[in-house]
């Protein structure tokens, strides 16, 4: 099983990035994802979650209206696109595999939003 997260970079306050996860090694489609941050010395937060089929998302308050997070079950790919970012948005992103009592974890994509 893989989880592999890309995107991540430098970022200004404002800016957007888009994070993806690649997934491998089981049946992605039976799977919900989601993702988690966490930021120095802070515990990991969800950010948001996607249902296997894609029907039905939810975020974390502080990101509505500024994340969005999506998937291409053909693709076995899952996306975070964020925007408005902000300094306190910094964070490692983590991909999150979840059915069942069956979970993955990918390594994390760091994102740094600073001027």
């Known amino acids: 099983v893989q989880l592999v997260e890309s995107g991540g970079g430098l970022v200004q306050p404002g800016g957007s990035l888009r994070l993806s996860c690649a997934a491998s090694?089981?049946?992605?489609?039976?799977?919900?994802m989601s993702w988690y941050r966490q930021a120095p010395g802070k515990e990991r937060e969800l950010v948001a979650i996607?249902?296997?089929?894609?029907?039905?998302?939810n975020y974390a308050d502080s990101m509505k209206g500024r994340f969005a997070i999506s998937r291409d079950n053909n693709k076995n790919t899952v996306y975070l696109q964020m925007s408005s970012l902000k300094p306190e948005d910094t964070a490692v992103y983590y991909c999150?595999?979840?059915?069942?009592?069956?979970?993955?974890w990918g390594q994390g994509t760091q994102v740094t939003v600073s001027s």
């Open positions: 999150h595999a979840h059915s069942g009592w069956r979970r993955y």
């Open positions: 996607i249902t296997s089929a894609g029907g039905s998302t």
């Open positions: 090694g089981f049946t992605f489609s039976s799977y919900a």
